[in-house]
């Protein structure tokens, strides 16, 4: 019954539009709608392999699967474990021993989770293309 419940998160996938960037931007969208809407389900959804035609066509979605999967994944788990606590708890220090650190708390402590999940997913596609692993 549980890997039933889990395969449900996974929806038709929207139709390919030619434009991979544009199609895995949706795709994204899709999946992390899935899980927030469920949030109870992201534990069983890791912990379990699924295998139905619709999660097949997602991950066939495009080459670098795994890389677009781990960063999709990792940023709902930690955007549900965020929700248990002050957001301020999971920005980055301002503190000038930690220059690297202190660089993006301006940027990071500007966007949302929505806008800062686009900019992570952008830069993951310009980090395909750089590397000629696109579909």
Do not use: C, I, K
Not at 70 to 99: C, I, N
Not at 115 to 125: A, D, I, K, S, T
Request: proline share 6%; charged share 30%; glycine share 6%.
């Amino acid at each position: 019954m549980l890997d039933e419940l889990v395969a449900s998160l996974y929806r038709e996938p929207p139709e390919p539009t030619g434009n991979w960037r544009e199609d895995l931007m949706a795709l994204s969208h899709l999946l992390r709608d899935e899980v927030r809407a469920r949030p109870a389900m992201l534990p069983e959804l890791l912990s379990r392999p699924v295998r139905t035609e619709n999660a097949d066509r997602a991950r066939e979605a495009l080459d670098a699967h795994r890389t677009w999967g781990s960063y999709v994944f990792g940023y709902l788990v930690f955007e549900q474990q965020s929700a248990a606590r002050s957001e301020a708890d999971w920005r980055p220090a301002a503190d000038a021993r930690l220059p690297l650190t202190a660089s993006l708390a301006g940027d990071q402590a500007a966007r949302d989770w929505d806008e800062q999940f686009v900019v992570g997913l952008r830069m993951l596609f310009d980090g395909f293309v750089a590397q000629g692993t696109r579909r």
